[in-house]
């Protein structure tokens, strides 16, 4: 268990909808990340937060947000969803200060996304 | 983008065998992370080495990474039928960047461990 949380664990929805992925980091980390993962494009990078501000963003796209909160939890919120946004989303958290301290970064169990 | 390449991207070999994977990158790297993946579930951390390193252990795991091939390896050895996933090798990138603290993955080695 690495002691980030995600919720939901699988979510099916339909095309055009909005659902929102919630992570808990572990405890004392300050920073959070999420991730995508699908078949054709691999892992990507979407975003990182850092107590609670914006710190970098990747190939994350307009119509997906994120936010991280005074509590430092964080919500990835994917609206008008499309076919190809199917994947399985992770979040992952560190106690990072800032670029690369050689803080390890942990990995969540992932929210499967279904777009149908 | 990815940031490098994993060599080989599938290998399957017998319980007890060494298992070597390698990877390469393409930027400076502040560290670089070894990850662990059984199908559809999340990425588990093994090791970090950072980039003024050139080895590491833990358990039966071994890291090297020679920054000026900009290349690392990872070799499991007495494999067990449990090893069996795919692996990531994953960079953070030097300082100067405006990139944070992510990690940039490889597209994985998909490693098979017959019993």
């Known amino acids: 268990d690495s002691g980030v949380t995600q919720t939901p664990k699988h979510l099916i929805t339909a095309t055009g909808q909005r659902v929102t992925l919630r992570c808990s980091p572990r405890s004392g980390d300050l920073s959070v990340y999420w991730y995508q993962q699908s078949l054709d494009q691999g892992l990507q990078f979407l975003i990182q937060?850092?107590?609670?501000?914006?710190?970098a963003k990747g190939n994350i796209l307009e119509r997906f947000s994120a936010q991280q909160f005074p509590d430092l939890h964080s919500e990835l919120n994917l609206s008008s969803l499309e076919l190809g946004d199917s994947a399985l989303y992770f979040c992952?958290?560190?106690?990072?200060?800032?670029?690369?301290?050689?803080?390890?970064?942990?990995f969540g169990e992932g929210s499967w996304l279904t777009v149908v | 983008s990815q940031q490098g390449e994993e060599d080989p991207q599938a290998l399957s070999i017998q319980e007890g065998e060494n298992a070597t994977m390698n990877c390469s990158y393409k930027?400076?790297?502040?560290?670089l992370q070894w990850y662990r993946q059984n199908s559809g579930r999340g990425l588990v951390h093994l090791i970090l080495i950072r980039s003024n390193e050139r080895e590491k252990h833990s358990g039966r795991l071994r890291v090297t990474l020679d920054t000026s091939k900009k290349s690392s390896s990872l070799l499991i050895t007495a494999s067990r039928a449990a090893d069996t996933a795919s692996y990531f090798c994953a960079t953070v990138g030097g300082w100067g960047e405006t990139s944070g603290s992510r990690l940039t993955f490889g597209e994985g080695t998909q490693l098979t461990v017959n019993p």
């Open positions: 992952a958290s560190s106690v990072d200060v800032i670029r690369g301290t050689g803080n390890t970064i942990y």
């Open positions: 930027t400076s790297i502040n560290n």
């Open positions: 937060y850092y107590n609670g501000e914006e710190r």
